[in-house]
């Protein structure tokens, strides 16, 4: 006999809803030890949750993290290993030109991905923000992996104008069969660059919350539903309404810097860097807030799995300045960096029957361990041999620590090692328990974490085995990539 869902009650499949936002570093929010920015609802989240302090990206930047994420695979194994873009013809909105095609280098089309595992397992699905998986009209588009309802960028690049021209959409319910673009008529009345642009008064973070929060207040008891949320804030440029968020940040750094501004990257002339970066900040935490209320007001919080996390380290794009606001100087490096700054992450999970509010953990996971946690939550044990491709080897990497928000700490597998590489800055980087090897150009660099957090005391001569042995790892994780060349440890 088949129990329909709705009969289940309290054991019904859990909702999972992924907030993942851009260029946040591990020290830009107050549980983490923030004395600049206020983020009440996400410390919030935390003491009802877990806080992990050794959580890491998929990637130094966005569109292999995410791709990380996705596919449950490090980047010496995932199709998507950098931020590869295809622009190609022109088209005109109002009298700003702009690309016909854009986007990133697709995910493989032959690889499973999380939204495609999740819609295969009953799950409604969902992504409100930035989907950096594959260019208009390529294999690898929102409406060809699984997603029901999609409403952001497909292109991060067009990502870099938070008043665009465009915003791109694919609804099921809607009808449509394919991605389709959603003209911002009245920023398209005003330029993309200079002053004019400042009148521009359809704002993309908002709009794709306001999408996310309507999907959400449809979703019920009955259907389990799974959303990643991959809000673009804080990612550059620095610019947002003038509301009363921003202005409490006027007031309080009444010394602020402003940027001259960057055509080439979309980045408009500021003001007020600070203020505008602290802002956003803040603005998201309201976002989170208001996820957290209306799954309250809903009757969903308790069989719901929160997550918090961020694609990648802190940025310095569009003239953000991180070291101001982590003047601890905790970790070292930034995006597009392999150090700890570039890749270890804010990362915090709740969920209240299970874990234990007020909870951390020490555990190092990594965003290909995302896929077979969810896996495991759902009841999917055999996902790398059910969803592994046929015609080649396939890959997943990852291992489920849902023993370890569960509280059963014994029961938990921990990573032998753990990798990543990143062509646009030819670095490579093994993690083996607290030896961290960096290897820049194919140079070797060895640091103890335990003793070195912040990176600064390069050991290699001292202990050559080490280096032998985290090299040799490096040499086995990396499969070759044409589109994505790395210098290996030499």
Same mark, same amino acid.
């Given at each position: 006999?088949?129990?329909? /869902?709705?009969?289940?009650?309290?054991?019904?499949?859990?909702?999972?809803?992924?907030?993942?936002?851009?260029?946040?570093?591990?020290?830009?929010?107050?549980?983490?030890?923030?004395?600049?920015?206020?983020?009440?609802?996400?410390?919030?989240?935390?003491?009802?949750?877990?806080?992990?302090?050794?959580?890491?990206?998929?990637?130094?930047?966005?569109?292999?993290?995410?791709?990380?994420?996705?596919?449950?695979?490090?980047?010496?194994?995932?199709?998507?290993?950098?931020?590869?873009?295809?622009?190609?013809?022109?088209?005109?909105?109002?009298?700003?030109?702009?690309?016909?095609?854009?986007?990133?280098?697709?995910?493989?089309?032959?690889?499973?991905?999380?939204?495609?595992?999740?819609?295969?397992?009953?799950?409604?699905?969902?992504?409100?923000?930035?989907?950096?998986?594959?260019?208009?009209?390529?294999?690898?588009?929102?409406?060809?992996?699984?997603?029901?309802?999609?409403?952001?960028?497909?292109?991060?690049?067009?990502?870099?104008?938070?008043?665009?021209?465009?915003?791109?959409?694919?609804?099921?319910?809607?009808?449509?069969?394919?991605?389709?673009?959603?003209?911002?008529?009245?920023?398209?009345?005003?330029?993309?660059?200079?002053?004019?642009?400042?009148?521009?008064?359809?704002?993309?973070?908002?709009?794709?919350?306001?999408?996310?929060?309507?999907?959400?207040?449809?979703?019920?008891?009955?259907?389990?539903?799974?959303?990643?949320?991959?809000?673009? /804030?804080?990612?550059?440029?620095?610019?947002?309404?003038?509301?009363?968020?921003?202005?409490?940040?006027?007031?309080?750094?009444?010394?602020?810097?402003?940027?001259?501004?960057?055509?080439?990257?979309?980045?408009?002339?500021?003001?007020?860097?600070?203020?505008?970066?602290?802002?956003?900040?803040?603005?998201?935490?309201?976002?989170?807030?208001?996820?957290?209320?209306?799954?309250?007001?809903?009757?969903?919080?308790?069989?719901?799995?929160?997550?918090?996390?961020?694609?990648?380290?802190?940025?310095?794009?569009?003239?953000?300045?991180?070291?101001?606001?982590?003047?601890?100087?905790?970790?070292?490096?930034?995006?597009?960096?392999?150090?700890?700054?570039?890749?270890?992450?804010?990362?915090?999970?709740?969920?209240?029957?299970?874990?234990?509010?007020?909870?951390?953990?020490?555990?190092?996971?990594?965003?290909?361990?995302?896929?077979?946690?969810?896996?495991?939550?759902?009841?999917?044990?055999?996902?790398?041999?059910?969803?592994?491709?046929?015609?080649?080897?396939?890959?997943?990497?990852?291992?489920?620590?849902?023993?370890?928000?569960?509280?059963?700490?014994?029961?938990?597998?921990?990573?032998?090692?753990?990798?990543?590489?990143?062509?646009?800055?030819?670095?490579?980087?093994?993690?083996?328990?607290?030896?961290?090897?960096?290897?820049?150009?194919?140079?070797?660099?060895?640091?103890?974490?335990?003793?070195?957090?912040?990176?600064?005391?390069?050991?290699?001569?001292?202990?050559?085995?080490?280096?032998?042995?985290?090299?040799?790892?490096?040499?086995?994780?990396?499969?070759?990539?044409?589109?994505?060349?790395?210098?290996?440890?030499?």
């Amino acid at each position: 006999m088949i129990v329909p /869902l709705s009969a289940i009650g309290h054991c019904r499949k859990p909702n999972i809803v992924f907030i993942l936002c851009d260029d946040m570093g591990y020290g830009d929010l107050g549980c983490y030890g923030q004395r600049y920015i206020d983020t009440p609802n996400i410390d919030r989240l935390a003491t009802q949750g877990m806080l992990f302090t050794q959580a890491y990206a998929g990637s130094p930047v966005s569109a292999p993290s995410r791709a990380s994420l996705m596919t449950g695979q490090h980047i010496g194994h995932c199709e998507v290993r950098g931020n590869k873009e295809y622009w190609s013809g022109l088209t005109m909105y109002g009298n700003n030109r702009e690309y016909a095609v854009t986007g990133q280098h697709p995910l493989d089309p032959d690889h499973i991905v999380l939204p495609e595992i999740m819609k295969d397992n009953g799950y409604t699905t969902a992504q409100f923000g930035k989907w950096a998986g594959g260019y208009e009209g390529s294999v690898s588009t929102p409406d060809k992996r699984g997603v029901d309802e999609f409403y952001g960028y497909i292109c991060q690049f067009q990502a870099h104008l938070y008043y665009p021209n465009f915003l791109n959409r694919y609804s099921r319910a809607l009808g449509d069969t394919a991605v389709v673009r959603e003209v911002m008529h009245q920023n398209v009345e005003h330029a993309m660059y200079g002053p004019d642009y400042f009148n521009r008064a359809q704002y993309s973070a908002d709009i794709i919350h306001r999408k996310a929060m309507e999907w959400l207040d449809r979703q019920d008891e009955q259907q389990p539903f799974y959303a990643l949320l991959t809000y673009t /804030l804080p990612h550059a440029e620095l610019v947002q309404p003038e509301d009363s968020i921003l202005a409490d940040y006027k007031r309080r750094f009444d010394e602020d810097k402003t940027f001259r501004g960057s055509e080439g990257s979309r980045y408009n002339a500021i003001t007020n860097v600070h203020a505008e970066f602290a802002g956003m900040i803040t603005r998201l935490d309201a976002y989170v807030g208001e996820i957290m209320a209306k799954l309250e007001e809903r009757g969903l919080a308790d069989n719901t799995i929160l997550i918090f996390s961020s694609d990648n380290g802190p940025h310095e794009e569009g003239g953000a300045d991180p070291t101001f606001f982590n003047r601890d100087g905790l970790l070292r490096g930034l995006k597009r960096q392999t150090y700890e700054g570039g890749i270890r992450i804010p990362f915090i999970v709740r969920w209240p029957r299970h874990i234990k509010a007020g909870s951390r953990s020490d555990m190092q996971i990594a965003f290909w361990d995302i896929m077979p946690t969810f896996c495991d939550i759902i009841g999917v044990n055999d996902y790398a041999t059910r969803y592994a491709r046929k015609d080649t080897p396939d890959y997943f990497d990852g291992i489920s620590f849902l023993p370890t928000l569960k509280g059963k700490t014994k029961k938990q597998r921990h990573h032998d090692h753990l990798y990543w590489e990143f062509d646009e800055t030819d670095q490579v980087a093994v993690r083996k328990g607290d030896w961290k090897l960096i290897s820049i150009h194919g140079k070797c660099h060895l640091y103890n974490l335990a003793t070195d957090l912040h990176e600064d005391n390069d050991v290699a001569a001292q202990h050559p085995d080490i280096v032998r042995q985290l090299k040799a790892i490096a040499h086995r994780e990396h499969l070759p990539n044409p589109h994505f060349k790395v210098t290996l440890p030499e």
